[in-house]
């Protein structure tokens, strides 16, 4: 395990998945978000070939030992990316990244849950200091209620919490894979199975794109597969629970880009909220730090041969 190398490898997959967002996020208007998942999925094919190719694995890294692993990772990992891009079409990209830092927190239970990794109370309360996080960032669009609710944004928000749950479910299907599976057999048969799952919302309304919007949508595919590539191998570096905090670097991401791009001003609401997540996520970080030097000391301190 190498907890550094992972982190590192996750920051430039976030990095990629937000320009991706981006990317998916202004052809929404037009383009359905189960054509979307096609596009991103498919053209990330050849991105894992070329990879493939390159470091001369093309003719093993394609075996699998676990068909059903990756399907079940593929089918969560799409009803994620799906509810995801449909979400982009109501929201802002920030507040969007900002909700969806619920996948990470749920990443931290589910690897307890499923996977057996020791979460300790420090943990856990840094868990639930972000969901506060996240349930600030998302009150004000789910008081449909209230004169100034939005049913469509609260449609928006509802589809973005439920992709963070099919994204969490999918990540620990992930570090399962891992442990048999090499990294490109799973970036690949997660795009192929994407590519096919995509393709059952064909008679809901695909449209033909335009050429802007086909750039777009390959460019996003070709970025979504290098992503990829790089969220798959950090998992491999360090644990579940370690590494799903970095997400939370996406947030200066989405607010460059949603300003720049979009001309989306975050509320204070969505910042005060997603200041909570970020903080939850240092102080996770502060303390798997803090845990890894005092066990690199005791290990230093221990006579030879015991």
């Known amino acids: 395990m190498n907890p550094l190398r992972g982190i590192a490898l996750k920051i430039i ?8 967002s981006a990317m998916i996020k202004a052809t929404s208007e037009h383009i359905p978000p189960g054509e979307a ?39 969560m990992g799409t009803m994620g990316m799906g509810l995801g891009f449909a979400g982009l079409a109501y929201l802002p990209l920030p507040e969007v990244t900002a909700i969806g830092y619920t996948a990470p927190l749920l990443t931290v239970i589910f690897a307890a849950m499923f996977l057996g990794e020791e979460v300790r ?14 349930l600030i960032v998302v009150s004000p669009r789910l008081s449909v209620l209230n004169s100034g609710g939005n049913p469509a944004e609260a449609l928006g928000a509802m589809m973005v919490l439920g992709s963070a749950v099919f994204s969490a479910l999918a990540q620990v299907f992930v570090r399962k894979l891992v442990q048999a599976e090499q990294t490109a057999t799973i970036v690949f048969w997660f795009s192929v199975t994407a590519t096919l799952l995509s393709l059952v919302t064909l008679p809901y309304g695909w ?36 590494i799903a905090p970095f997400d939370y670097a996406s947030m200066l991401f989405a607010l460059l880009f949603g300003w720049f791009f979009f001309a989306e001003v975050p509320t204070a ?25 005092e066990r690199a000391r005791q290990r230093k301190a221990m006579p030879p041969g015991s």
């Not at 997959?13 to 991706?20: A, D, K, N, Y």
């Not at 093309?58 to 075996?63: A, K, V």
């Not at 794109?209 to 992503?227: K, M, N, S």
């Open 13 to 20: 997959s976030v990095l990629l998945f937000i320009t991706m």
């Open 37 to 75: 998942v096609f596009f991103r999925s498919f053209f990330a094919i050849p991105v894992i070939l070329i990879w493939l190719a390159w470091r001369r694995e093309l003719s093993t890294g394609l075996r699998t030992r676990n068909p059903f692993g990756h399907f079940w990772r593929g089918l």
């Open 121 to 134: 109370a420090f943990r856990i309360t840094c868990v639930v200091l972000g969901m506060v996080g996240v």
């Open 207 to 242: 449209v033909i794109p335009t050429r802007t919007e086909a750039a777009l949508l390959v460019t996003a595919g070709l970025i979504g597969g290098l992503g990829q590539i790089f969220l798959t191998s950090s998992y491999r570096s360090a644990d579940a629970s370690v």
């Open 269 to 293: 609401t969505m910042l005060a909220g997603a200041a909570l997540v970020i903080s939850a996520g240092v102080l996770i970080i502060w303390r798997e730090r803090k845990l890894g030097l």
